[in-house]
């Protein structure tokens, strides 16, 4: 699997608004921290990084139905892991409502909410863009 870094924003919108994530606070700056496998104007996996000081937010993780299961899905976070450590970040943390078990057998724990940074508690997809229902979920990186 090769993974290339910095999708195309129209092509990382598509594939995120497809699998019903968040994509309405994107912009092309996000771009230069998102990884992608498969072709750049139609890629068959994402995954970004979000940086919020010490810390990150995982973002954004999705792929195609074709290719689940494939261990795509674990090589983009690894991917995005070594990314966010190779900056300095401390801790990754992430929100999702359908692949809490998914990231809980790669490291990531339930945190409660109120526990996150205030860096974290700022951003979109914190504060709004994800239903407070959401499973948040951190992993501390060495």
């Known amino acids: 699997m090769t993974i290339a870094a910095r999708p195309t924003l129209i092509a990382a919108a598509t594939l995120l608004e497809g699998s019903g994530l968040p994509a309405a606070d994107l912009t092309a700056a996000h771009m230069d921290h998102f990884f992608y496998s498969g072709a750049a104007t139609a890629p068959e996996g994402i995954v970004g990084v979000e940086f919020c000081g010490p810390d990150a ?10 290719m689940r299961e494939s261990g795509l899905g674990s090589e983009l976070v690894k991917h995005a892991e070594r990314y966010a450590q190779s900056k300095g970040v ?4 992430l929100l999702t409502t359908t692949a809490e078990q998914f990231f809980c057998r790669r490291g990531y724990a339930s945190t409660p909410r109120d526990s996150a940074p205030l860096a974290i508690q700022k951003t979109r997809e914190f504060a709004g863009l994800c239903p407070t229902s959401s499973a948040f979920l951190s992993k501390k990186l060495l």
């Open 57 to 66: 937010l995982l973002r954004s993780l999705v792929v195609i139905p074709e």
């Open 90 to 93: 401390r801790a990754v943390y």
